[in-house]
């Protein structure tokens, strides 16, 4: 019985193992950003009480509110765009491929960022 490798068809890459590979390295750019802070602050002399001290850690109310978006394009996939700016690539790309951008028109469902 023949595999299904034999049919000399390219076969899919793995997700799972694309989307490990991806948090992995994530992980380990958030290792080097860590090891490059704790680095940086021994070199200078600063402690983590004088970095709270100088506010570093305090969010501004900028930061902190809660923005409510109204979606007004949604695909397949979960990507969103509120209509406002410019056309995120995975509109464009559909729209490239003949796909009109009523196709993705939405009720206008509000969601919560920040």
Not at 10 to 25: D, V, Y
Not at 58 to 69: F, K
Request: aromatic share 8%; with cysteine.
């Amino acid at each position: 019985m023949p595999s299904a490798k034999s049919n000399g068809a390219p076969q899919a890459p793995n997700n799972h193992l694309f989307i490990a590979s991806q948090e992995l390295l994530l992980q380990r750019a958030k290792n080097d950003a860590v090891l490059w802070i704790r680095t940086t602050m021994a070199r200078n002399g600063i402690t983590f009480t004088q970095l709270q001290t100088a506010g570093c850690f305090e969010t501004s109310p900028q930061v902190a509110r809660h923005i409510d978006l109204t979606v007004k394009y949604k695909d397949a996939l979960g990507h969103t765009w509120d209509g406002t700016g410019d056309m995120p690539e995975w509109l464009q790309r559909a729209t490239h491929a003949g796909q009109s951008v009523d196709h993705f028109k939405v009720d206008g469902t509000v969601v919560h960022s920040g």
